[in-house]
Structures are given as C-alpha cells and as structure tokens.
C-alpha cells in the first residue's frame, strides 16, 4: 500500500487548507484511514480518522468543529478540510490506513502505512 499526501502550505490565521491523501496498492483490506501531525520537537498526534464503509468518523478535541474528514472511494483518497486555522495547528501531516478491526485507532498503533507527509504552516 502507498500513499501521498497533498494539500499543505502557508496560510493566515482563520484561513483554510484541504489536504489529500491518495492510497493505492492492496487498498481492500483497508478499515480505517486516518490524519495526524506532528509539530516541530512534539510526538505525531492523531487528528481524525474515517472508516472505510460507512459515515464514523472521530476527532480529537481540538480540531472539533474546524476539521473534516472524508472520502472517496472510488478514488481511494481520503480528505482532510481545515477550517478556521490557527498557528497551533502548523505541523507535518500525515495520512495512516490500518486494516484491524475494533482498535484504538486514535494512537499510532493500529496503522500498517503512511504517507510522507505534508507541511502545513500558519502564520498569526
């Protein structure tokens, strides 16, 4: 499985982004796509995730509101629209697709791939 990640850049404070994720390869076997981050001297924090089939979906708290998650599957890409940006919100960010079932997908753990991430960055 591979995946890319698109979408990042600078923006203003109170502005939006929308990242991409495109996922190919063996995606069958795919149950959950996720986002996370990671800023500059912290640990990769989890942002969203989506499952594969139907509409669950979950966020951490702060961007409750602000982000979006969605997908495509016809197109085996998964979306991350970010509203209302703020300077706290600049970070490298990553899209994960793991394949186990009934986990704990808000951590690390249960992702079997990334991307390379992308590079968000907002000024005040």
């Known amino acids: 499985v591979q995946l890319q990640a698109f979408g990042g850049g600078l923006v203003q404070a109170g502005g939006s982004l929308r990242l991409a994720c495109t996922v190919s390869?063996?995606?069958?076997?795919?149950?959950?796509m996720g986002w996370f981050r990671q800023a500059p001297g912290k640990e990769r924090e989890f942002v969203a995730f989506?499952?594969?089939?139907?509409?669950?979906?979950w966020y951490t708290d702060s961007v409750k509101g602000r982000f979006t998650i969605s997908r495509d599957n016809a197109k085996n890409t998964v979306y991350l629209q970010m509203n209302s940006l703020q300077p706290e919100d600049t970070a490298v960010y990553y899209c994960?697709?793991?394949?186990?079932?009934?986990?704990?997908?808000?951590?690390?753990?249960?992702?079997?791939?990334w991307g390379q991430g992308t590079e968000v960055t907002v000024s005040s």
């Open positions: 390869g063996r995606t069958f076997d795919i149950y959950v």
């Open positions: 989506i499952r594969r089939s139907g509409s669950s979906t």
């Open positions: 994960a697709t793991s394949s186990r079932r009934g986990d704990y997908y808000a951590n690390t753990a249960p992702y079997d791939y």
